[in-house]
Structure formats: structure tokens, C-alpha cells
């Protein structure tokens, strides 16, 4: 095992700090628009609790932080992407 730094993230819903790997990131790439886990631009990061990705307010605060507007739809793909992202196991990408 290569012992590596974490990268530290700050949930944007409970705002603790996590490594990384264990958050969900959502960025809003300049050519794709929003994306998960990829993609080049503003970008924020999510705890997998179900407290913050179930958060009524969720929306606004990811509205906000990648400074875009969110389509109803959205929170759909999010919540779907955030609760598979929850059985990966993860293989220290
Ligand atoms: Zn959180």
C-alpha cells in the first residue's frame, strides 16, 4: 500500500471535512455540463450520508456553490448516482 496524503474535501451540506475518496464530487465541466466523479470546472463535493444528499436544500446549496442552475431533474441522477456511488467498493482511485 502506498501511503498516501488524503485530500481533504468539505461536504457542502454538513460541512465536515472528509478525505476525498469518500465523497461524491459534482463538477460543472465548461463543454459537458454537470458531471460526477469527472469532469474540468467549479465542482463541489458531497458526504454520502443520507442526511446531506437527502437534504430538502441540497439543490440550492449545489445551485450556489457551482454557481449554475440545476434542472428539476437533476436531483434524480444525483441521488441515483450518490446511492450507487454508496456499493462501489472502492479500489483507492
Ligand atoms: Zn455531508
Do not use: W
Request: with cysteine; hydrophobic share 30%; proline share 3%.
Amino acid at each position: 500500500m502506498i501511503n498516501q496524503i488524503p485530500v481533504m474535501r468539505v461536504c457542502i451540506s454538513c460541512r465536515k471535512t472528509y478525505d476525498r475518496k469518500h465523497l461524491l464530487k459534482i463538477t460543472k465541466d465548461h463543454k459537458q455540463g454537470i458531471m460526477f466523479q469527472k469532469g474540468m470546472g467549479r465542482s463541489a463535493y458531497i458526504c454520502k450520508s443520507k442526511n446531506c444528499y437527502s437534504d430538502s436544500k441540497i439543490k440550492k446549496k449545489l445551485q450556489k456553490a457551482l454557481k449554475t442552475f440545476l434542472e428539476p431533474e437533476f436531483i434524480e441522477f444525483f441521488e441515483k448516482e450518490i446511492t450507487s456511488h454508496n456499493d462501489y467498493p472502492y479500489k483507492g482511485i
